[in-house]
Each structure stands twice: as C-alpha cells, then as structure tokens.
C-alpha cells in the first residue's frame, strides 16, 4: 500500500528503536499469531513509517507509526467515520494509541499516478481513456466524502486545523511566498501582494465552506485495486469549501490533465454534487477558479521547500507543469482582480512553463555519484533517499603520491595503483554484493533510481576509480538498468576538462583485474 508517491526503501530508517517488535507484537495481539514477514516501508514527505506485514492467516496487512498523536488521531477517527458510512478507506485492525501505532487493510501498491504513467507509456500521446474511466469515478466518489463524510465525522479533531479558515488560507499563501518565490528569487512587491493575498482569502471564505475538505485529494494519495479507487492520507481534512478538493485533483501538476478532459470531469463533478447539495454551477465554477489558484500557490510551496531548501530536485520537475496551469488559468480569468498576484504569476510562467518536463523513463536508473567529504554528502539527486554512501579513506590514497597528483581515479596509473592494493579488493568485494541485491530487489519491485556514492579525501582519486569501475560492472552484469555517473569534484581536478563519453571508459584494467605489479616487481601502492 503505497503513501504520497509510493513507497521506497530508505537507507536510514527515523523510527524509534524496536519498533519493528512492537508492531508484531501488535499483529499477534490482533491476529492470534505472530507475522511470518515483516519488511519496514517509508514514504515520501512524510515523518509517519509503515512496514508490510505477511504470512499470517490475515493476508498482507500494513502496520503504521505516526509520531504526531493529533495527526494519529484525526487519521483513525476519520477512517472509522468514512468506513462507517461504506466509503473506500482502509478498515482498522488495531492501534495502540499510546504508542502511537495501528494495523490497517493493505491497500496494494498502485496509486492512481502510476497507473497514469503507465498507461502514458502504453498509449503515447494522448491522455488514456481508461484511465479518464477511473478519474469519473473518482470524481464521483469526492461528493459522498465532502457531503456524507463531512455529516459524520468528528471536526473536534481534525488536525491542525478543524476548518480550512482565514489562518490556513494565511499559512499556505506564505508558504508560496517564503519557500517558492523568495528561493525561486522572483521579484514582488511585498505589500501590494499582502493587499492581494487579503482579497482573494475574502473572496474564498465568501464559498460556502460547511462540508468536509480532504485538503490533498490527488493521484498519488488514491489506491486502485483492479481499476476500483481506494483512497488514503485525508488526515490533514477539515471544513471547508467543495471547489479545494475538486481543485487539488485536476490541477494535479504531474498527472498533466489536459484541458478538455478537466472540464469533462468538473461537469461530472458539479453533476453528482448536485445529487447530494443544491449548486449554483456557475458561481461554483467561479469560486474553484479562485481554489484553483490558492492549490497551486500551495503546491509550488512545496516544491520550492521540498526542491530549493531540502536540496531534492525532483520536487523542481512538477514546477514547469505547475507554471502551465497558471498560465491555462491566467488564459481563463482570474475571478477577481489581483494584480501583484498576476505579475508573479506571469514572472513564473516566463520563467518556468517553457522548460521541458522530465519524461518518465520506464526501468532502474542507478545514479553513482563520487565526492569529496571536506566538501560534504552529494545531494540526493533522484528524491528517494535510496542507496549506499561508502568511504574510501581507509584505503591507500594515490594523493599521497606526487606523481598522481595531475591524474584522476578515471586514469590508468591511479587505476593500477588502486587495482595492485588488497585493502582496495577487499573493499570492492563487499561493494558488489550489496550492490547487486539492490539492484535485483529495485527492479523487481519495480523501484527507478537507485543512488551509490564513494567518498574520499579530495573527490579526484580513490571515490572517482570505484564510481567508474561500478559503472562499468553493472553496465556488463545489468544490461537492462540505465546508469549515471556524476564526479562532484571534477570542476576542481587539475587540468579539468570534459568527462570522457560514458559508453567509452578511460580505464583499461578489466572489471576483475587483479593486482597489477610494476616493472621491478614491486606493488604501485607500496612505492
């Protein structure tokens, strides 16, 4: 069961010590019997932690921990609350309040996002229209949510806030302001946009704002069991106008909807809202453009914290689709005059709606990275926290060596160097498998990048030779994974000039050459 974008297995796991135990334990409590597996899984953007739990009589089920026991609470209250009332969530096996943890119905491993990929891939060009057949029953599924889930949940203990009010508008508009345009460094006039931020708050608390507000209704926060949407992470719902929610999902950056089918799918939506409340469609429709704009205001927030300040730039790649649906929303109206907004918007889309998006590219890409640790860790360039950091300075260092000091860990003599050492075998034989058992799990669950990087005193020696002497192994062992090679330090090396075509390697020792020894017989790493 997937959460946010799916799940990835991280090399750092933030929960408490032994917490695996006690979400078996849990699991026996519930079920009679102890787990026969339990795998720890993490998500996205989240500090929550879910491990998979199988082999019992019980089937798949997820065993969560949540740090936050208000987000713990809203999250279960809301659940029983939507179950109760027969709408698609996960069921509840169990929580233990106290500490925090539960067991809930394993959902699967598609969301609604992937499976859009996916099907891109299948049908290029065009948006899939059986996935158009999944997103009109997801929009017709939202009202029972917002209408019959808002009559019987508890508000008391919706988290952080029980309404989407004056202060959350206030708490996402600064958001876009301090994490988007003050990093993305797009010029404003700070009050005049305060003017308009307080203009278009008056005019969204004008909505009628009495129904349940899922708060993130997107792809990646809705499960498909066959082509049925099963639907997780509305702890952070509140009150709150209808038009947020049907906003969130066809304004979804990546997902990339395409005009036409958008309007199809809010007439669907206005349609079988209309079945449960009284809707004036026009002023509703003029109202969402407003939602429309405050989503993705909130959005890029998001990106610009997740992107500039945490350093992970696949956050950055939703911001070209993001800047082209302002500028399919400048194009509309906007609903009310705002002027600094619009200029802003309108710097955002100059600078951002004509950069190419990032293609998903089907398969495991292993990104390997060499870098130098007076210059700190490389950044975590593909967003998934996947892989392995290994130092290289235990190892005999050709920097010591003046006749090393104008070549790089991609020449032969520092190759040789390296290759002659029984420390630098020793090294790579606990390297390999590692590195192959991850390789061979990512792919078979169907995970994309998978990211190693080597550390050494300078980033020009020992890092760089194991970088290009892993890129080689798995390009001949792993045909079918794509691999990128990254040198932080190359703009440092002496002479620095443009990295050697990847498909043609400078190092000439073999993958498995053996230690090489000069003319006198003596070993390069002993001289």
């Not at 069921?91 to 598609?110: K, N, P, S």
């Not at 996916?118 to 029953?137: K, N």
């Not at 005193?457 to 890092?463: D, L, Y």
Request: overall charge negative; aromatic content about 12%.
């Amino acid at each position: 069961m997937s959460r946010s974008s799916g799940y990835v297995v991280p090399l750092v796991f933030r929960y408490p010590a032994g917490m695996q135990d006690l979400i078996a334990a849990l699991y026996t409590e519930t079920f009679g019997e102890p787990p026969a597996g339990i795998a720890p899984l993490t998500p996205d953007g989240s500090q929550r932690a879910y491990f998979r739990l199988t082999g019992g009589r019980h089937g798949s089920v997820i065993g969560a921990f949540g740090p936050d026991p208000d987000e713990n609470r809203a999250f279960l209250s809301f659940t029983r609350s939507f179950r109760g009332i027969g709408l698609p969530v996960p069921e509840i096996f169990a929580a233990d309040g106290a500490r925090g943890l539960w067991l809930e119905e394993d959902l699967g491993d598609t969301t609604l996002f992937e499976a859009l990929s996916a099907a891109r891939l299948a049908e290029p060009g065009s948006f899939p229209r059986s996935i158009v057949e999944v997103y009109e029953r997801v929009v017709e599924i939202l009202p029972r949510f917002q209408v019959e889930g808002g009559r019987v949940i508890d508000f008391g203990v919706a988290y952080p806030r029980p309404a989407f009010d004056l202060q959350s508008m206030t708490w996402d508009l600064n958001y876009f302001k301090y994490h988007f345009l003050k990093l993305a460094h797009i010029p404003f006039s700070e009050q005049r946009l305060e003017n308009d931020f307080q203009r278009l708050t008056d005019f969204l608390l004008a909505a009628e704002t009495q129904h349940f507000l899922y708060r993130d209704f997107q792809s990646r926060n809705i499960m498909l069991r066959g082509s049925e949407p099963w639907f997780i992470d509305y702890q952070g719902g509140r009150r709150g106008a209808p038009q947020y929610d049907i906003a969130s999902l066809l304004y979804d950056a990546k997902a990339d909807i395409p005009d036409s089918v958008r309007e199809h799918l809010l007439r669907r939506y206005t349609d079988t809202l209309s079945e449960f409340i009284d809707v004036d469609v026009p002023r509703f429709v003029e109202t969402y453009r407003g939602y429309v704009l405050i989503r993705i205001m909130q959005a890029m927030g998001a990106y610009g914290y997740r992107g500039f300040f945490e350093r992970k730039p696949r956050f950055l790649e939703s911001v070209p689709y993001a800047a082209r649906n302002l500028a399919t929303l400048l194009k509309i109206g906007l609903p009310i005059e705002l002027p600094e907004v619009e200029s802003v918007v309108e710097r955002i889309i100059a600078m951002w709606a004509d950069r190419p998006a990032t293609a998903p590219v089907p398969g495991l890409t292993v990104h390997l990275a060499s870098f130098s640790y007076r210059q700190g860790l490389p950044p975590d360039e593909a967003g998934h926290g996947g892989g392995f950091v290994f130092d290289c300075r235990s190892l005999p260092n050709p920097g010591r060596h003046e006749e090393f000091a104008s070549v790089t860990g991609r020449d032969a003599p520092v190759a040789e160097f390296l290759d002659a050492a029984p420390e630098v075998e020793a090294f790579w034989s606990h390297v390999i498998p590692l590195v192959d058992a991850h390789i061979r799990d990512f792919q078979e669950r169907n995970f994309s990048d998978l990211s190693v990087a080597f550390g050494c005193t300078g980033g020009q020696h020992r890092s760089v030779y194991f970088v290009e002497r892993l890129a080689r192994y798995i390009r001949q062992r792993h045909p079918g994974v794509a691999v990128d090679v990254q040198h932080g330090e190359q703009d440092r090396w002496p002479g620095a000039g443009p990295a050697p075509a990847a498909s043609e390697p400078p190092m000439t020792p073999g993958l498995l050459a053996r230690p090489a020894r000069l003319s006198d017989g003596s070993k390069p790493w002993m001289r």
